[in-house]
């Protein structure tokens, strides 16, 4: 079984930063593919950002240059930064995890990011 639970949402003006993160239980090393994702209102939800299970980021378009994933086994949390904030980056971001061998997938309850003047 595992658990995520994402902090660090809030309001940011245009061009500035967030961090999010998000506290993983559950022995994911290895076993999981990590990832971010989010749905603006009246859209999808879409991939932000991955990581595998050996550790390498893979980013969407938008999120390319803008925003950076870090993993921290150790403290079992995983963390996007974003920068360069726009306001169509306003959404609600989930945490995901996948399992790699049974494909079974948990999710947080999402944090909303708002970027607002």
């Known amino acids: 079984q595992v658990q995520l639970v994402e902090s660090g949402g809030g309001v940011v003006q245009p061009g500035g930063s967030l961090s999010l993160s998000c506290a993983v239980a559950g022995n994911i090393r290895g076993r999981f593919v990590m990832g971010w994702y989010r749905q603006a209102p009246g859209k999808e939800r879409e991939l932000v950002a991955s990581v595998s299970a050996l550790g390498q980021p893979s980013y969407a378009d938008f999120a390319k240059n803008r925003f950076s994933l870090s993993s921290d086994y150790a403290k079992n949390t995983l963390t996007l930064r974003m920068n360069s904030l726009k306001p169509s980056d306003t959404a609600v971001y989930y945490c995901?995890?996948?399992?790699?061998?049974?494909?079974?997938?948990?999710w947080g309850k999402g944090v909303l990011v708002t970027v607002s003047s």
């Open positions: 995901n995890g996948r399992a790699i061998l049974s494909a079974m997938e948990y």
